[in-house]
Every structure is written in structure tokens, then in C-alpha cells.
């Protein structure tokens, strides 16, 4: 998995992207990244943000959080001049791939490709991502005995496919996370209960002397 301040390669673009920047800083404040956000018609107008733990982890707790923190800075800045509704998710199964770790860990799984240039005279591919080589990522595509090269900087967007095997990798990873983060939280408490135990005032016991 990535660290908290990997850039993504496929990013946002004109007002997306300044309310992008908005919102970046104070996920990352509260220990999370932002994987994409999406203005649509929906329900008269809706902000759609997705956002992950550098694990890929994000609990329904964690979208609370950072939505109770999203929401007055929203406010502040303003950066939609109309009324809209904010709404908060995990990436889910199907993922968008947005930075170069989210195709070493998805290694080895299928994705649908779209670029921002042609590439080979095609914008659209299919395959399963074969790993990354320099600056490209190479995707095994059915037909072709070599993998494709698809310079990361063409990439415009990508998502994994669904399928049994994703399913099954994807709830492991969920349940490894679980742990972990319960063993986090474990470990925590403990060392907060040992830091007070640390700080309580020693009690002074003496023998009183009763004059007779």
C-alpha cells in the first residue's frame, strides 16, 4: 500500500480539481487520501467524494469523521456556487486505480483503462495489470503475446473489474485491516492506561503516634 502523501497520477481537472485542493489537506489531517471526487446532477447536485486509509481500509465511521470535517471547511471556502449535497465513500470493490502503489497492490487483476491521449491509435483498453516498468504501466491484454505499455502520464482513468477473484482478494484485505487496526486500537489504549497509571501521585502511608 501507499503512504499518506502519494501523489495520484490520475487527478482531477478544472473546478474539480480547486475543490480538490480544498479537501486534500484535511483528510490528510485526519490520516486519510483522497481517490476521487465527482460532481453530478443527482438529487439536484451532489459532491461525491471517495477516500481511503493508505491501507485501502475505510470504515462507515470513517467517512462520518471526515465528512463532520469536510463539511465547514466546504463552507468556508465555497467553492460551489450553488446548493449541493455531500455525500462520502469508501472506493468499494470496483475501485478507481489513482496512483502508482494502487497498480502494484491490484497486480495481477483486471482493469478498464481510459486515456487522456490516444495510445496506439485507441483511448480505451482491457487487460490485467502486469505490473509497471519505469514510467508505464503494462497491462496483459487477451490476444496479444506481450504485455501493452501505457505511459502512466496518458492514463485519464482506470477501475478495476469485478470478479470472483477481486471479491475474495478484497474482503482478505478488508479483514487484514480489521485486525490490524483493532490491534492498533488495543495497543493504544493500553499505553494510555499505562501513561496514567505512570502520572497517578504516589500515596504516602505513616503510622500516626497517639500521645497517652
Known amino acids: 500500500m501507499g503512504e499518506i502523501d502519494e501523489p495520484r497520477i490520475i487527478a482531477e481537472t478544472g473546478q474539480d480539481a480547486r475543490i480538490a485542493a480544498v479537501i486534500e489537506p484535511v483528510l490528510a489531517d485526519l490520516g486519510f487520501r483522497l481517490v476521487r471526487i ?29 465528512s463532520r470535517a469536510i463539511s465547514p471547511v466546504l463552507d468556508i471556502e465555497d467553492p460551489l ?30 482493469v478498464r483503462i481510459e486515456t487522456s491521449v490516444l495510445v496506439d491509435g485507441r483511448k480505451r483498453f482491457k487487460g490485467v495489470i502486469a505490473g509497471i516498468a519505469g ?31 477481486l471479491i475474495r482478494e478484497a474482503l482478505r484485505r478488508d479483514k487484514t485491516a480489521r485486525q490490524q487496526a483493532k490491534k492498533q486500537r488495543a495497543a493504544a489504549k493500553k499505553t494510555d492506561q499505562d501513561t496514567r497509571r505512570s502520572h497517578r501521585p504516589a500515596l504516602k502511608h505513616g503510622r500516626s503516634s497517639h500521645g497517652g
Do not use: K
Request: net charge negative; glycine share 6%; with cysteine.
Open 38 to 66: 465527482r460532481l453530478s446532477q443527482r438529487d439536484g447536485m451532489t459532491l461525491q467524494i471517495m477516500a481511503e486509509r493508505p491501507d485501502g481500509s475505510m470504515s462507515v465511521e470513517d467517512c462520518e469523521t471526515a
Open 135 to 165: 514510467d508505464a504501466l503494462e497491462l496483459a491484454i487477451d490476444g496479444e503475446a506481450e504485455p501493452r505499455a501505457l505511459p502512466l502520464a496518458a492514463l485519464g482513468s482506470a477501475r478495476l473489474v469485478l470478479s470472483d477473484a
Open 81 to 110: 456556487p450553488m446548493a449541493y449535497n455531500l455525500e462520502l465513500s469508501s472506493p468499494g470493490i470496483d475501485r478507481p486505480l489513482v496512483r502508482r502503489s494502487d497498480f502494484l497492490t491490484w497486480q495481477g487483476h483486471e
